[in-house]
Every structure is written in structure tokens, then in C-alpha cells.
């Protein structure tokens, strides 16, 4: 399975970007998806991620109520719709997927088998 991401830029803040990513050789169909970013200097940070059985989506703190992660089947696609972005927003953003996650593992980054190569986010002014 292998990810294509796509959609970073660079904008100012308050602006909005959507992320993309397609998986080829799987549907997203009965599979968990998420995002993770990292900054420089930081480590891994989980973003956004759906679940795969009820697709229930659960979010970091840091991105609840500006950030949507949301699946078109049948594009076979998942989204990540970023609003209101901050300076500390800027990362480079991966997409996730694995079909036998459970719920609990969702943010954590080695509980997922599957990695986008990682498209970059530029927050500034």
C-alpha cells in the first residue's frame, strides 16, 4: 500500500488549506486513516484520525475545532480541511492507514503500518 499526499502550501495565518491523500493498492473502505505532523526539531504528532469500523473521528487538542478529517469512498480519499491556521501549525503532514488498528492505538505513530511520503505546511506572515 502506498500513500500520495498532497495539498501543502504556504499561507498566512487565519488562512485554510486542504490536505489530500489516496492509497493506492486498498480501498479506504473498512481501514483507519489518520494524519500526523512533524515539525522541525519536534517530534511526530499525531493530528487527526477516523476509525475504522463506525469511522468515529478523534482529534489532537491543538487542532480540535479548526481541523476536519473526512473520507470520500468513493474517491477512494481522505481529507484533512485545516482553517484558522497558526504559525504552529507549519509541519510537514503525513497521512496514515492501517487496517486492523484499534481505537485506543489511534494516536500513536507506531501503531500505524502504513505512511505518506509527507506534504510540507508553511504557516507565516
Known amino acids: 500500500v502506498q500513500l500520495q499526499a498532497s495539498g501543502g502550501g504556504v499561507v498566512q495565518p487565519g488562512e485554510s488549506l486542504r490536505l489530500s491523500c489516496v492509497p493506492s493498492g486498498r480501498t479506504l473502505r473498512g481501514a483507519a486513516v489518520g494524519w500526523f505532523r512533524q515539525a522541525p526539531g519536534k517530534e511526530r504528532e499525531f493530528v487527526a484520525a477516523s476509525t475504522r469500523t463506525n469511522g468515529g473521528t478523534v482529534y489532537s487538542n491543538s487542532v480540535k475545532g479548526r481541523f476536519t478529517l473526512f473520507r470520500d469512498n468513493a474517491k477512494n480519499t481522505v481529507y484533512l480541511q485545516m482553517n484558522n491556521l497558526k504559525a504552529e501549525d507549519t509541519a510537514v503532514y503525513y497521512c496514515?492507514?492501517?487496517?486492523?488498528?484499534?481505537?485506543?492505538?489511534?494516536?500513536?505513530?507506531?501503531?500505524?503500518?502504513?505512511w505518506g511520503q509527507g506534504t510540507q505546511v508553511t504557516v507565516s506572515s
Open positions: 496514515v492507514l492501517d487496517g486492523s488498528i484499534i481505537s485506543s492505538s489511534l494516536s500513536s505513530a507506531s501503531a500505524w503500518d502504513y
